[in-house]
């Protein structure tokens, strides 16, 4: 589908054209949990923004058919977990860890884990304060990272359902998401805590143990939540899933970021990252989806085509952009997005498949982004950086974020090679003029 | 002497003086210690680890190490900075968020380990126990004072019970508690909770005792240690009274925290609270409006960057504070 027009990143009313070409059947084909009569989710990103994404006629989208049905089903997960209630499926709500314990919830085929926390891209999307502002409302400090806004979207319970069980990390991770999940108890949720520990060299065995403590009392809880008794070999299954996943996205980050052009932009590769985490909600459907990326990607790359110029520049970027619209701009202005750094290490790295499947999970946790130092978590950027790949390391801190304001100047010490920006993300639609000429900037000293 | 800086409430003294150096709580706050932290942090870090960092760097020859805990993020990671930016050797102890004790208890271990190669020298259990004595023994002294600023009316200031827990801070006992007590105060009692009291904020209380009197605090950098009681005078007993203090804010989930202050609400009979924050505390800012909530008692909000530029209004405020305690328009 689609094969006849060359690659490039197009707007949602190009996109709204474009996708009149795809045949009804083709629309029928495309659904979540397997279910033809209502599980649909193959539209056009203009739908998302009749729904209130206002940011997305903003943004610049891939134009292939992988991308378009990877828009439709990320956009489509609010509907897809009120659908997974209603149909009477376990909602758990998976916080502050980012990337293992929706391993152990998956092995239970009627549980369904989401990471409310991501829903922090809600207020860019829809170009609104609407969550902000209740989040204040409840008595959220005004400098506080955006994250505020789940607590929010857990008062309106409009976002997702009322989950069946809230699991909350907390520990050697950033406070932010701690404080909020504590509020949650004021608005009626009961998470069950677990302990992230710190990670030290020489203590890694003593860390993996507690670890495994922690993720035999969530299996413990899932077996009373969901009334199955589910034998260690479905955890193995589930880990198999998630390593398939995983090794999916890794080689479409190395092929993306070998290719001579960039074959995907930097925002259906976030979302693609993201999407190690928990796959939207719908994992057997997201790796499909991934499946149908990287087949593009690898077209793309053997015809020697892309989405950017050539001479684009190659830069890192280090934490999430609050604003997906950052990712465009950066592109716009003549870089590519060669490596990241997303705060998900944990949900890249292989799972190991001969261990005790608590344990291989504890070890998988061990590599997490923020349960170490910075100097761990940006290892990778340095290497790249050393080996001449990368020219220029953007940063997106978030103000008031607790890791940012100690991380940030770290950074800039350890990757003095080369041009570093530290940025802090505007408010949604507070995207400036004096922002977007210190992008400018920063790009002029890398050339 | 050389100092042994630590950041903590959870980090055993007695283990750090048993290395023969002085435990020195890091727990500066000052405009100019904060802004020469900034050299090396963002300026959305909190003031008072920005003003540690600075403090540290202008005196980093007097420290020959540093022993920190995981308590908020930020003061975890200020540990990261100052081993960047020091070459002081830097231990964290990993202060579990849960209850867990086992995990407490092995990094108890872990410390001694550190503390043994740095003091060089054996933590034997004679040493040990010699230490828990000593600095029982000043707790002991401390929460007599303590028992003064609690009577009702209250006899002793905590802008002076202040100057006493920075002796303690600065492991430097006095050579005697005072035997006589301040006038009694009549001032609308409230207790003190919130981010830690600095060295250098005397002032602040001196402020607010013009119009209120403290008589209670839940705030590292006065009453903390006090809360800290050794019975079994070993390593073992060490372990059970640190990990069984009167939890932290930041202790998930922090129900023991609540139970604990409007305990002490109740018995120091207290008529209203004030909460001092300082900026981008996550912990504390985040749970004024449940605070205000759940104790039922007026609260005083003070935020600060430790600069005393707001010295006119906080006056102002304070007084209109004491004026609606004395008037009983809440309670």
Request: glycine letters at 6%.
């Amino acid at each position: 589908m689609f094969s006849e027009v060359a690659p490039k990143r197009i707007t949602l009313s190009e996109w709204s054209r474009q996708f009149r070409k795809v045949p009804d059947e083709v629309i029928k084909k495309f659904n979540y949990y397997q279910n033809s009569d209502w599980g649909r989710y193959l539209s056009p990103p203009a739908t998302f923004f009749v729904y209130g994404a206002r940011e997305l006629k903003e943004l610049k989208f891939d134009n292939s058919f992988s991308s378009l049905r990877l828009w439709g089903f990320v956009f489509n997960e609010s509907e897809r977990l009120f659908r997974a209630k209603q149909t009477g499926r376990k909602v758990i709500a998976t916080m502050g860890d980012l990337g293992i314990i929706p391993v152990i919830v998956m092995a239970f085929p009627e549980a369904i884990p989401f990471y409310p926390e991501c829903f922090w891209w809600v207020p860019f999307y829809n170009k609104s304060n609407v969550l902000l502002t209740r989040a204040s409302e409840l008595g959220i400090p005004e400098a506080t990272c955006f994250s505020k806004a789940i607590l929010a979207a857990f008062s309106k319970r409009a976002y997702f359902p009322v989950p069946d069980l809230i699991i909350a990390a907390t520990g050697a991770s950033c406070d932010d998401y701690s404080c909020l999940m504590q509020l949650l108890e004021d608005i009626g949720y009961n998470p069950l805590w677990v302990e992230i520990p710190l990670r030290r060299q020489g203590s890694e065995e003593r860390v993996a143990g507690y670890l495994i403590e922690e993720y035999q009392k969530i299996w413990q809880k899932m077996v009373e939540i969901t009334g199955r008794n589910l034998q260690k070999e479905e955890l193995k299954k589930s880990i198999r899933k998630a390593n398939y996943l995983r090794s999916l996205v890794k080689e479409l980050k190395e092929t993306v970021s070998q290719a001579k052009i960039a074959p995907l932009p930097a925002l259906e590769m976030m979302v693609i990252e993201f999407g190690n985490l928990y796959g939207y909600g719908d994992f057997a459907e997201w790796i499909k989806i991934v499946e149908g990326i990287l087949q593009t990607v690898k077209e793309r790359v053997a015809k020697g085509i892309g989405v950017l110029r050539e001479d684009a520049i190659p830069i890192a970027w280090v934490t999430p952009s609050a604003d997906p619209i950052l990712l465009n701009l950066i592109e716009d202005f003549g870089c590519r997005v060669l490596t990241t750094e997303y705060l998900i290490n944990q949900a890249l790295v292989p799972i190991s498949e001969n261990l005790d499947p608590f344990l291989a999970l504890a070890q998988a946790f061990l590599n997490a982004s923020l349960i170490g130092t910075t100097k761990e978590r940006i290892r990778r950027i340095k290497e790249e950086v050393e080996k001449g790949r990368i020219k220029g390391v953007l940063i997106t801190n978030v103000l008031g974020a607790s890791h940012c304001a100690l991380e940030t100047k770290l950074m800039e010490e350890e990757l003095q090679a080369v041009p570093v920006l530290a940025i802090d993300v505007p408010s949604p639609g507070g995207i400036t003029e004096q922002l977007k000429t210190r992008l400018e900037a920063f790009i002029e000293t890398i050339k | 002497m050389g100092l042994i800086g630590y950041t903590c409430s959870y980090i055993p003294v007695e283990l750090l003086s048993a290395t023969g150096f002085l435990p020195y709580r890091l727990i500066h706050g000052t405009i100019s210690f904060s802004e020469k932290g900034e050299e090396v942090v963002k300026v959305d870090a909190c003031p008072l680890v920005k003003a540690n960092l600075g403090y540290l760097l202008e005196n980093e020859k007097r420290f020959v190490g540093v022993v920190g805990a995981t308590g908020c993020d930020l003061a975890r990671r200020q540990l990261e900075v100052i081993t960047h930016f020091t070459s002081l050797p830097v231990h964290i102890l990993n202060n579990p968020r849960t209850d867990n004790p086992k995990i407490f208890n092995d990094e108890i271990e872990e410390l001694v380990k550190f503390l043994e190669k740095l003091g060089q020298k054996k933590l034997t259990p004679e040493l040990v126990a010699r230490e828990i004595e000593r600095w029982e023994n000043f707790r002991e002294g401390l929460r007599v004072m303590d028992q003064q600023r609690k009577a009702k009316p209250s006899l002793f200031s905590t802008s002076d019970f202040h100057k006493l827990c920075i002796s303690y801070h600065k492991g430097n006992p006095p050579a005697n508690f005072p035997s006589s007590t301040s006038s009694p105060s009549t001032n609308p009692r409230v207790y003190l909770l919130g981010s830690p009291i600095s060295y250098e904020a005397n002032p602040f209380l001196q402020l607010l005792e013009k119009d209120l009197q403290i008589v209670g605090d839940f705030n590292c950098g006065i009453s903390r240690p006090l809360l800290i009681k050794i019975r079994e005078k070993n390593l073992t007993g060490i372990k059970e009274a640190y990990y069984h203090q009167p939890p932290c804010i930041f202790k998930r989930p922090n129900k023991k925290f609540y139970e604990w202050v409007s305990m002490e609400l109740k018995e120091r009979h207290c008529q209203g609270i004030v909460a001092w924050t300082l900026d981008y505390c996550d912990n504390y800012e985040f749970e004024l409006s449940r605070m205000e909530k759940t104790f039922g008692l007026p609260l005083l909000r003070i935020r600060s960057d430790f600069s005393f530029s707001h010295i006119s209004q906080w006056q102002l405020r304070i007084a209109a504070f004491a004026e609606s305690i004395k008037e009983n328009i809440y309670v």
